[in-house]
C-alpha cells in the first residue's frame, strides 16, 4: 500500500529565504505524485504534480519539486519565500489500485519570519 | 470551470442527530471523492464515486455513515446518530479519469459535535 511521510511537522525560515519541505514515500507501482497547499478554513490547492514525465516539476507560487526515485522523495522548494507562502502543505500519492485515492502525509505547517 | 461547492461550510450540531452535506464537483469531472481531515493531520479517504456508482468506501466510514452521488452529478454525505469523533472537516474533490488527473478540492464543510 501506498504511504507518505512528511519530515518535520512545522519548518519556519524567514522572508527571502530558501523553502525546504521534505517528502518520502512508499508504492510498490511508478507513484504519481502531489503537492497541495491549504490555507485556514479552506481545501486544498494543487501546487504542483508528477506523473512520469520530467523529474523536476514546476508549479505555481514559484514552488518546484524533484522526484528521485533512489531517495523514494518530492521534496518541495521554493528559492525565496514570501509572507503569503505561510500555510500548511501536505505530499500525497495517488493509489492507482483503488480509483487513484489521494493517501497524504501529516502536512508541513510553515512559517515565514519578516 | 465553477470549481467545487460544498455545503454548508459550518455544521454544528448536538450529538445524535442525523446532518447531511452537499458537494457540487466540477461538471465535467466524473470522479467524486469525499475525505475527513481531524486537526492537524492530513486528509483521510473515506468514499468515490465513477459517475453514480459507487466503486470503492473506507474502513473509516461506519454504517452511521452513507453517501450517494443519484445522477452522477452533485453528492451528498450523511452521518446519522452523530458521535462526538465526527468532529472534523469533510472535503469533496473531483476529478476526471486516470491517475495523473489531479483532485480539485471544495473548501470543505466543518462539523462540531456539541
Known amino acids: 500500500a501506498q504511504s507518505v511521510t512528511q519530515l518535520g511537522s512545522h519548518v519556519s525560515v524567514s522572508e527571502g529565504a530558501l523553502v525546504l519541505l521534505r517528502c518520502n514515500y512508499s508504492s510498490s507501482v511508478p507513484p504519481y505524485l502531489f503537492w497541495y497547499v491549504q490555507y485556514p478554513n479552506q481545501g486544498l490547492q494543487l501546487l504542483l504534480k508528477y506523473t512520469s514525465a520530467a523529474t523536476l516539476v514546476k508549479g505555481i507560487n514559484g514552488f518546484e519539486a524533484e522526484f528521485k526515485k533512489s531517495e523514494t522523495s518530492f521534496h518541495l522548494t521554493k528559492p525565496s519565500a514570501h509572507m503569503s507562502d505561510a500555510a500548511e502543505y501536505f505530499c500525497?500519492?495517488?493509489?492507482?489500485?483503488?480509483?487513484?485515492?489521494?493517501?497524504f502525509g501529516a502536512g508541513t505547517i510553515l512559517r515565514v519570519k519578516s | 470551470d465553477t470549481g467545487v461547492s460544498q455545503d454548508p461550510r459550518h455544521k454544528i450540531t448536538k450529538r445524535g442527530q442525523n446532518v447531511t452535506f452537499r458537494c457540487d464537483p466540477i461538471s465535467e469531472h466524473n470522479r467524486l471523492y469525499w475525505y475527513r481531515q481531524t486537526l492537524g493531520q492530513g486528509p483521510e479517504f473515506l468514499t468515490y464515486?465513477?459517475?453514480?456508482?459507487?466503486?470503492?468506501k473506507s474502513r473509516l466510514l461506519s454504517d452511521r455513515f452513507s453517501a450517494e452521488r443519484p445522477k452522477g452529478s452533485f453528492s451528498t454525505l450523511e452521518i446519522q446518530r452523530t458521535e462526538q469523533g465526527d468532529s472534523a472537516m469533510y472535503l469533496c474533490?473531483?476529478?476526471?479519469?486516470?491517475?495523473?488527473?489531479?483532485?480539485?478540492f471544495g473548501d470543505g464543510t466543518r462539523l462540531s459535535i456539541l
Open positions: 474533490a473531483s476529478s476526471a479519469s486516470g491517475g495523473d488527473q489531479p483532485q480539485h
Open positions: 464515486f465513477q459517475n453514480e456508482a459507487q466503486l470503492e
Open positions: 500525497a500519492v495517488s493509489d492507482l489500485i483503488y480509483g487513484n485515492k489521494l493517501v
